[in-house]
């Protein structure tokens, strides 16, 4: 017997989308529905039960202004550059994503939300290995997930982005981060225009998964 009506659940799991066109630009995002989404971000899982994230919740204009600035200048012309090739190699799905990512950079500035998630980093030897790294990324992207799965839930939505890290000491400075925290994305969020969502297009799932060992017959990675 299941413990959660699993309908819903896979609903909100499948129906998760990356939200840049939909996002309601209009809209106000309540201060207490970002804080009740990052209540539950507490209860994800972290390596060592360090719970080192931080969050950095950015609703000042000017400082939004700010960062979708820093924001667009990381992008440079990779959106344009990446988007234009995957229309002359006929990628469709690759094209309609390349297209909503450079919308979401030309309006990131009129999103009312931008949460930076932060983990902390100053606890790290000097040149961590692999398995460190490994270790801090699965210490805050389980968080970043219950964000944005909280989000979808109460009819607001969101994206991971990362393009902003090629300038993150700006960011660093305009909010005051301190050292010792590491910045992994920066999510804009809002409430969608509709609540509608479809799953993606994926891969068959026997064409990614290898049962026991590898099977070189699915091909080369």
């Known amino acids: 017997m299941s413990v959660y009506d699993l309908a819903i659940t896979d609903a909100l799991l499948s129906t998760t989308r990356a939200v840049r066109k939909r996002l309601d630009l209009k809209k106000p995002v309540p201060d207490q529905v970002i804080r009740d989404c990052l209540e539950l971000t507490l209860q994800a899982p972290t390596g060592s039960n360090r719970q080192g994230w931080r969050w950095i919740v950015v609703t000042d204009p000017a ?12 992008a440079g012309a990779y959106l344009k550059e990446s988007g234009e090739q995957a229309k002359v190699e006929g990628r469709a799905q690759d094209s309609r994503v390349y297209d909503s990512a450079q919308y979401l950079a030309d309006h990131m500035h009129e999103v009312p939300v931008h949460v930076i998630p932060c983990i ?102």
């Open 63 to 74: 400082k939004r202004a700010a960062l979708a600035d820093i924001y667009r200048r990381g």
């Open 120 to 221: 902390r980093v100053d606890h790290l030897p000097a040149n961590p290995p692999h398995r460190v790294w490994a270790g801090v990324m699965g210490s805050i992207m389980p968080a970043v997930w219950s964000f944005q799965l909280a989000l979808r839930a109460r009819g607001l939505g969101s994206a991971l982005t990362t393009l902003h890290l090629a300038h993150q000491d700006e960011a660093q400075a305009l909010l005051g981060i301190p050292d010792g925290l590491m910045q992994v994305g920066l999510l804009p969020v809002a409430y969608t225009i509709g609540t509608e969502f479809k799953p993606a297009k994926r891969p068959p799932l026997d064409t990614v998964v290898h049962w026991n060992q590898w099977d070189p017959a699915k091909g080369a990675i």
